[in-house]
């Protein structure tokens, strides 16, 4: 038994998309560029996929759609390109926060003599707005936020910022990365300031190795793979028809279902989050209520590690995801809670569900059965027992014992009660 | 998903000896609650043995095995043979542990000496580990040289990703790194295991053999081992070596320089 709550990590590809795939895998194995009647069915099965990415995107014309391998390929065109497109400028702003493919694309343009401003959060994982305002310079070539935090699930007011960035500089260009928000929330472009958006399909349903960007008709972008004529040569290499067309219809079903992710989706994530932070005394959400994509949930576990709470989990078939040291390989505990000032007690415990349209209400039950019980046998293993204990006395204080953060200064306002 | 043996999986998900021993006769304690994983280890000590041992523990799973396993190793051993306990015993006896976790088992074996040092500070004078110097390498997990010498020494690291992997240190910023390299460079040892006198006549009989002599014969020279002893190499030159009058050049410059770079830098080439 599975229980899968891992979708920010990937998503399982949805039967419909499979079906939609399969004939590309097999019979129609053209490549769409040849010149003979059998390359048709390939080329114009593209070409629907490029319409339902415009859809999806909410862009003006198809052809500001490109086909890419995945995300982190979508931000580095991206991203390169910018720089490239504004070559007089060394100055760049984006946010504590940004998916490491991000990151590290600007750590690297930071050795080729860019300068890269990092804006900052709150401990609810929400943009300084006033921050990011005042970075913009004259100097500024892009700006670049995620549409959606992965870890916390914190959507960034995209439209806004794109208006202010265009107010401080209209030549700035405004790179989203959409990669969590895609298939959660409505990601249109439509109205709003941005010039170029990435997707990737494994996280919307499609199979891994696809992705797409949005790049608006007046900005051109160098390629980042040189070679033939694909994607009216943004981006070399013959097309990926069977993933091309997964991604397609992944998208047509993901804006179809938006409204079951913003209703059902989230009935259930909440009851999830607050079913667990009933349940166990020593956990905080650790992010803003509201202000999320309905199908994840951040829960910080005090004075008890993350890699365990997931090896218990997985015992009992459920998948989840931690920002502890020891399960990145890094050593280092998640940058997203720490730019959030997610406090040491909880940071190091802090657990990632992320649902989908396939997650059940069986399931959810079935963790909130089983969950309560890892996180008191594992609480019992630690040395804190007297701060454990205070939590409990003070906790249980403190709004029916649940701390949902959403009075909460950092865990601190339930011992001052 | 990290590469657990049976052991690990075994002990984290029934850990042995969990809590605390109120009137303990010490604790030792390791980690902090910054750094992602600490150990509270408890041990009643009696007549110079090991009677009882439980433990506390924030940490992932190989953290906790590591902890669990560790109080098994100890109950009922004497305090002699507790001391002897490294982090690559506690390691070892969990049939391994992921390179990227070994610093679990240091941290195990840091609170048990730990331990160990507060009940001799208690006991009797010793000098576990009061000659130590305490320099901090890596603020940001807060190690020591001795644990990093300890670490190069115990497990014969020869790498900053071994250091990491075992210690932490260098794991966050990376700005400790090249003091690390100092002491990689300063305590890591160099040379292979110190060989068995019958070992090394082998070995350098060998080198002799298949790589000075072919040398020597393509000159129309020879030579012949005569005798050993500790690190002086006697040797016969023959042929037309010897009757060269650069005989000592051949001896110093290729037979001494070639034993000592194949076998043992310390070998002297003496001919008879």
């Known amino acids: 038994m599975v229980i899968y709550l891992d979708n920010n990590a990937t998503t399982k590809v949805d039967e419909k998309v499979f079906d939609e795939m399969l004939p590309y ?116 070539a892009l700006v ?14 995209v439209r806004e910022i ?35 958006m990435g997707v990737s399909g494994h996280k919307f ?32 290499g013959t097309e990926n028809v069977p993933y091309i067309v997964g991604m397609g219809k992944a998208a047509a079903l993901a804006k179809e279902g938006l409204k079951y992710e913003g209703t059902e989706v989230k009935r259930l994530r909440d009851k999830l989050e607050t079913g667990i932070l009933k349940a166990t005394y020593n956990s905080r959400l650790n992010s803003s209520i509201s202000n999320r994509v309905p199908n994840t949930t951040n829960i910080g576990f005090e004075y008890i590690e993350g890699e365990l709470i997931l090896l218990h989990l997985s015992d009992l078939g459920i998948c989840a995801s931690s920002g502890s040291a020891c399960t990145s390989g890094s050593l280092e505990p998640s940058h997203v809670l720490r730019a959030m000032g997610t406090p040491f007690t909880s940071l190091h415990g802090s657990i990632r569900f992320s649902l989908s349209r396939f997650t059940t209400e069986n399931e959810i039950d079935y963790v909130l059965e089983k969950l309560p019980k890892v ?3 594992i609480t019992r293993i630690s040395p804190y027992q007297e701060e454990l204990e205070h939590l409990r006395k003070s906790r249980a204080k403190c709004n029916g014992g649940v701390c949902n953060k959403g009075n909460c200064n950092n865990g601190k306002c339930c011992e001052s009660d | ?48 043995v090991v009677t009882d041992a439980k433990f506390q523990t924030f940490g992932c799973g190989s953290a906790v095995a590591s902890s669990s396993i560790l109080t098994e190793m100890v109950i009922g051993k004497p305090i002699e043979e507790v001391r002897k306990i490294t982090n690559a015993d506690i390691a070892k006896e969990l049939d391994g542990l992921p390179p990227e976790k070994m610093h679990c088992s240091v941290m195990g074996h840091e609170a048990l000496e730990d331990a160990l040092k507060k009940y001799y500070d208690e006991e009797i004078e010793f000098d576990v580990s009061d000659n130590k110097t305490s320099r901090v390498v890596c603020t940001c997990f807060n190690v020591t040289e001795d644990v990093i010498k300890e670490a190069i020494e115990v497990n014969g690291l020869t790498t900053l990703e071994d250091i990491t992997n075992y210690t932490k240190a260098g794991g966050a910023c990376g700005r400790c790194k090249g003091d690390i390299q100092k002491l990689i460079d300063k305590y890591a040892k160099k040379n292979e295991p110190k060989l068995s006198p019958a070992q090394l006549i082998l070995k350098i009989n060998k080198v002799i053999e298949n790589v000075i002599a072919p040398e020597l014969q393509k000159d129309g020279g020879d030579i012949e081992l005569v005798d050993i002893s500790e690190n002086k190499v006697y040797v016969k030159l023959q042929g037309r070596c010897s009757s060269c009058k650069n005989s000592v050049l051949t001896l110093k410059s290729f037979v001494e320089t070639t034993l000592r770079d194949k076998v043992s830098n310390d070998i002297e080439v003496i001919q008879v």
């Open chain 1, 375 to 377: 996180i008191e046998d």
């Open chain 1, 205 to 236: 349903h499609a199979p891994k190795g696809i992705g797409a960007l949005y790049v608006k008709s007046s900005v051109i972008l160098p390629p980042l793979i040189t070679g033939g004529h694909q994607e009216r040569g943004y981006r070399a």
């Open chain 1, 25 to 140: 895998l097999k019979d129609e194995y053209a490549n769409p560029s040849s010149m003979y009647e059998f390359s048709v069915k390939s080329s114009n099965a593209i070409a629907d996929a490029r319409e339902q990415m415009r859809d999806f995107f909410g862009a003006k014309s198809e052809r500001e759609v490109i086909f890419t391998s995945c995300g982190s390929e979508s931000a580095n065109m991206a991203i390169r390109g910018a720089v490239a497109h504004n070559k007089s400028k060394k100055h760049i702003v984006t946010t504590k926060v940004e998916h490491p493919c991000v990151l590290n694309t600007y750590k690297s343009l930071e050795k080729q003599g860019y300068k890269v401003d990092y804006v900052g959060v709150n401990s609810n994982g929400e943009l300084d707005m006033d921050e990011l305002r005042e970075k913009i310079t004259d100097d500024t």
């Open chain 1, 144 to 157: 670049s936020v995620m549409w959606a935090n992965n870890e916390t699930g914190v959507i960034f007011p």
């Open chain 2, 1 to 48: 998903m990290w590469k657990y043996s049976d052991k690990v999986m075994d002990h984290y998900r029934n850990p042995r000896n969990v809590g605390k021993i109120d009137d303990a006769d010490v604790i030792g304690e390791a980690g902090s609650l910054t750094c992602g994983d600490s150990l509270k280890l408890y041990l009643k000590i009696k007549d110079g």
């Open chain 1, 162 to 196: 794109g208006e202010i960035i265009k107010s401080k500089n209209p030549n700035t260009l405004f790179f989203v990365d959409a990669v969590q928000g895609a298939g959660k929330v409505d990601i249109s472009v439509e109205d709003t300031q941005i010039d170029m």
